[in-house]
């Protein structure tokens, strides 16, 4: 028998999705660690989402950020947190 650490938050929102599945918190655990050996590793990959995976609202955001780093100076800047906020204001 062993003790695993889980974060406290990840733990509330998984395990009524493991309920759902049918299988408990420590079968998934062992689930995972089969995978493990099975795979001689991670049974999935590691990595920063794709853009591709993002909704559409946030690769039009993504795009506008790319837009202001390339031309920063067509968007306004603010020295200030109270001068962003008086910008913000008048709107």
């Known amino acids: 028998m062993s003790t695993v650490r889980v974060n406290d938050n990840i733990k509330k929102e998984v395990v009524p999705i493991l309920n759902d599945l049918g299988i408990s918190l420590s079968e998934a655990i062992n689930i995972f660690l089969h995978q493990v050996k099975l795979n001689n590793g991670l049974p999935f990959n590691i990595k920063y989402p794709s853009v591709n995976n993002f909704n559409d ?4 955001a993504l795009k506008e950020a790319e837009e202001m780093m390339k031309h920063p100076e067509k968007y306004p800047n603010y020295s200030s947190v109270e001068e962003l906020m008086e910008a913000l204001n008048e709107e």
């Open 57 to 60: 609202e946030m690769k039009e």
